[in-house]
C-alpha cells in the first residue's frame, strides 16, 4: 500500500533554514510527481511546491525563491529546503502523491518558526 513518512520538522528562529524529507514506498515513484502542502492553524491547506516525473518544479507564490522541492528516485525520496523561514511559515507540512484519481498523504511534519 503507499506509504509516505515525513520527517525533518521542527523549531527554527526567523530566517533559518530546515530540510524536510519524504519517504516514499508501495508505488513506483519514479514515474509519479510529487508535492509538498502544508496547514498553518485555522487556514486551509495549500500548496508549497511541485515536482514532475523529469524533475521540473512550481512553487506556491508565498515560497518562490526560499523553497526548493527536489527527489532522488534511486532512494524513493522527496525533500524540500527551506531558507529564509518566516514565522508564517509554521505549518504542518504534508507530503502527496496522486495515483489515478486518489490522493495520498503522509501524517505531517510541524515546522514553526519563531520571531
Known amino acids: 500500500q503507499v506509504q509516505l513518512v515525513e520527517s525533518g520538522g521542527g523549531l527554527v528562529q526567523s530566517g533559518g533554514s530546515l530540510r524536510l524529507s519524504c519517504a516514499a514506498s508501495g508505488f513506483t515513484f519514479s514515474i509519479y510527481g510529487m508535492s509538498w502542502f502544508r496547514q498553518a492553524p485555522g487556514k486551509e491547506r495549500e500548496l508549497v511546491a511541485f515536482?514532475?516525473?523529469?524533475?521540473?518544479?512550481t512553487y506556491g507564490d508565498s515560497v518562490k525563491g526560499r523553497f526548493t522541492i527536489s527527489r532522488d528516485n534511486a532512494k524513493n525520496m522527496v525533500y524540500l529546503q527551506m531558507n529564509s523561514l518566516k514565522p508564517e511559515d509554521t505549518a504542518v507540512y504534508y507530503c502527496?502523491?496522486?495515483?489515478?484519481?486518489?490522493?495520498?498523504w503522509g501524517v505531517g511534519t510541524l515546522v514553526t518558526v519563531s520571531s
Open positions: 502527496k502523491v496522486r495515483r489515478a484519481t486518489v490522493d495520498y
Open positions: 515536482i514532475t516525473s523529469a524533475g521540473g518544479t
